[in-house]
């Protein structure tokens, strides 16, 4: 009896090291010419399409693209309900030029204007006319959100991840946690495309490069950043994780031979 409760202990701390967040969503860029920017996630057509844009080198990979700040966007069209979980992970990396428009979008799943229901989808986006960089969700009574505070248009790669919606709502820049509280209520799906670098309907066109896109159902955590960060992928498990969950299973085998 003793044994078989351990092995149940086991079990269940191997499992807590398993990730339990799925990739829906992954734009790497890594065509390096072309009008269609690949997902390379398992979700099938969520290709988007590259409007006025060109290749440059990436951060990650080989190449990022590179938005001219009036007319260059990505466009995915009929995502349906697939990008809008009830709580959502997004990641990606970004380098923004000093020239900017007013609540400059770099991703946008139909949020506000132009949108059915208005407090619905999700973004990122500049504060304003201002410099520091902001995240936000809507739940279907109002949008709610996080800012970086700062600059973050200074020509630099920086790296941004947001878990919003009914789990839990976290901002991070570049690996570390700018500010998480609890969620407020799951994320509300409309009859929005997901734009990469405009807004859907005003516009508000992103200057600068976009790199490695992704979108997770599931909240990331700080090891999934962590991972992220350091150009990895967090949907592999660590070797801690796997040391766990293989001891538990055969320390489980063990049980089961010692009860015959």
């Not at 390379?40 to 080198?57: K, Q």
């Not at 739940?139 to 959100?145: A, D, L, M, P, R």
């Not at 509300?188 to 992704?214: Q, T």
Request: with cysteine; charged share 15%; hydrophobic share 35%.
């Amino acid at each position: 009896m003793v044994l078989n409760k351990l092995f149940l202990c086991l079990l269940l701390v191997g499992l807590s090291f398993a990730n339990g967040i799925s990739l829906i969503g992954k734009w790497g860029f890594e065509e390096g010419s072309g009008t269609t920017a690949y997902n390379t996630s398992a979700n099938s057509g969520l290709n988007g399409s590259i409007v006025n844009g060109s290749y440059t080198a990436g951060l990650v990979g080989s190449y990022a693209l590179d938005f001219n700040g009036s007319s260059t966007y990505v466009e995915i069209n009929n995502p349906g309900d697939i990008l809008t979980p009830r709580t959502i992970g997004i990641s990606l990396w970004y380098k923004a030029r000093s020239g900017q428009q007013t609540s400059t979008c770099i991703l946008d799943k139909g949020h506000g204007a132009g949108s059915s229901p208005y407090y619905a989808g999700y973004a990122f986006q500049y504060d304003g006319s201002g410099s520091s960089f902001s995240t936000f969700y809507g739940n279907g009574s109002t949008f709610t959100g996080f800012s970086t505070g700062g600059n973050q248009k200074d020509s630099q790669w920086h790296h941004v991840v947001a878990n919003l919606g009914e789990s839990e709502m976290s901002l991070y820049l570049d690996g570390v946690l700018i500010s998480k509280t609890a969620g407020a209520g799951p994320l509300v799906s409309n009859d929005a495309k997901l734009y990469l670098g405009r807004h859907r309907a005003l516009g508000r066109f992103f200057n600068g490069l976009i790199d490695e896109v992704e979108i997770y159902s599931g909240a990331l955590t700080q090891n999934d950043v962590n991972v992220l960060y350091n150009m990895g992928d967090p949907m592999v498990p660590e070797l801690s994780s796997v040391f766990f969950l293989g001891f538990a299973l055969l320390f489980g085998t063990f049980c089961i031979r010692r009860k015959k």
